[in-house]
T-cell receptor, first 117, second 114 residues
Framework: AQKVTQAQTEISVVEKEDVTLDCVYE???????LFWYKQPPSGELVFLIR??????QNEISGRYSWNFQKSTSSFNFTITASQVVDSAVYFC??????????????FGEGTQLTVNP | EAQVTQNPRYLITVTGKKLTVTCSQN?????MSWYRQDPGLGLRQIYY???????DKGDVPEGYKVSRKEKRNFPLILESPSPNQTSLYFC?????????????FGPGTRLLVL
């Protein structure tokens, strides 16, 4: 069975600090997909990134960067120079490539990030 | 604008009164699904649909029904709601039904069952 663990329940930082959100996953499949979603206080789920298991290149998008390491089954998310608007719950999720169950996502418990001015 | 819409956004009802939460996507996506989000339990899949007339149970299907008569719509039906179905519900859709596709979520429906 697949599992996603986000050990950090809550993180609090001061604006402009860098912060890393950890994500560790478990799966028996060799082909799988990892995601990060953001849930701001308004409640919607916003897609941030998708990464497949064959692509271990790190990715940077503005102040966001992601570090995927298969050797440690981790897919960590770093926000550089955090801003108050980054305050949200962040979810890491895993999807196995199954013909019969499609794109079912297994979510971690989420990390509540608070960025203080 | 490409989006997933849900209605209503907020709903207060009483035990046993049938209700339907609608979900619609305008992206011609094959795959659609419903999740519920609860404190301490996270996000869990209720039902999913691989295509029109193809639906199947997720992790927590008890007390729910779905249908997929058209590609764009995937309503969630609670025939006899109970207080333990008080939750935040999300509909999602994905282009590919084969697995691994990005799921885009609707804005959520907050349901309170008294």
């Amino acid at each position: 069975a697949q599992k996603v663990t986000q050990a950090q329940t809550e993180i609090s930082v001061v604006e402009k600090e860098d912060v890393t959100l950890d994500c560790v996953y478990e799966t028996r499949d060799t082909t799988y997909y990892l995601f990060w979603y953001k849930q701001p206080p308004s409640g919607e789920l916003v897609f941030l990134i998708r990464r497949n298991s064959f692509d271990e290149q790190n990715e940077i998008s503005g102040r966001y960067s992601w570090n995927f390491q298969k050797s440690t089954s981790s897919f960590n998310f770093t926000i550089t120079a955090s801003q108050v608007v980054d305050s949200a719950v962040y979810f890491c999720a895993l999807s196995e490539a199954r013909e019969t169950s499609g794109s079912r996502l297994t979510f971690g418990e989420g990390t509540q990030l608070t960025v203080n001015p | 604008e490409a989006q997933v819409t849900q209605n209503p956004r907020y709903l207060i009802t009483v035990t046993g009164k049938k209700l339907t939460v609608t979900c619609s996507q305008n992206m011609n996506h094959e795959y659609m699904s419903w999740y519920r989000q609860d404190p301490g339990l996270g996000l869990r899949q209720i039902y999913y649909s691989m295509n029109v007339e193809v639906t199947d149970k997720g992790d927590v299907p008890e007390g729910y029904k779905v249908s997929r008569k058209e590609k764009r719509n995937f309503p969630l039906i609670l025939e006899s709601p109970s207080p333990n179905q008080t939750s935040l519900y999300f509909c999602a859709s994905s282009f590919s039904a084969r697995g691994g596709g990005t799921q885009y979520f609707g804005p959520g429906t907050r349901l309170l069952v008294l």
